[in-house]
Nanobody
Framework: QVQLVESGGGLVQAGGSLRLSCAASGGTFSSYVMGWFRQAPGKEREFVGRISRSGGRNYADSVKGRFTISRDNAKNTVYLQMNSLKPEDTAVYYC??????????????????WGQGTQVTVSS
């Protein structure tokens, strides 16, 4: 069983930056594909990005060029660096782990383990 704990959320002005962290325990972190999702009020949870076991990255178009995912396997941690934040980035951000490297990495159903989420609020 894998436990994921996000941290680093908060309130930031538009144009600012935040770095989210997701610490994993209880599994072999380096073997997991790690994803980030977000859910804004009244909206469905959506894919933000993912990082593969080897470090390959994919992003949603809405965050491409502004957000960067990285991982530190020695620390069992994945990061989401968010720059040039916009009010529409306001959401609860979740990290997730996929044991099987599924093709549909943009789908929530591809991830077995989820964190509790961390709130990001961007003021205009």
């Amino acid at each position: 069983q894998v436990q994921l704990v996000e941290s680093g959320g908060g309130l930031v002005q538009a144009g600012g930056s935040l770095r989210l962290s997701c610490a994993a325990s209880g599994g072999t972190f380096s073997s997991y594909v790690m994803g980030w999702f977000r859910q804004a009020p009244g909206k469905e949870r959506e894919f933000v990005g993912r990082i593969s076991r080897s470090g390959g990255r994919n992003y949603a178009d809405s965050v491409k060029g502004r957000f960067t995912i990285s991982r530190d396997n020695a620390k069992n941690t994945v990061y989401l660096q968010m720059n040039s934040l916009k009010p529409e980035d306001t959401a609860v951000y979740y990290c997730a782990a996929d044991r099987l490297n599924r093709v549909n990495y943009f789908s929530q159903g591809s991830y077995e383990y989820w964190g509790q989420g961390t709130q990001v609020t961007v003021s205009s």
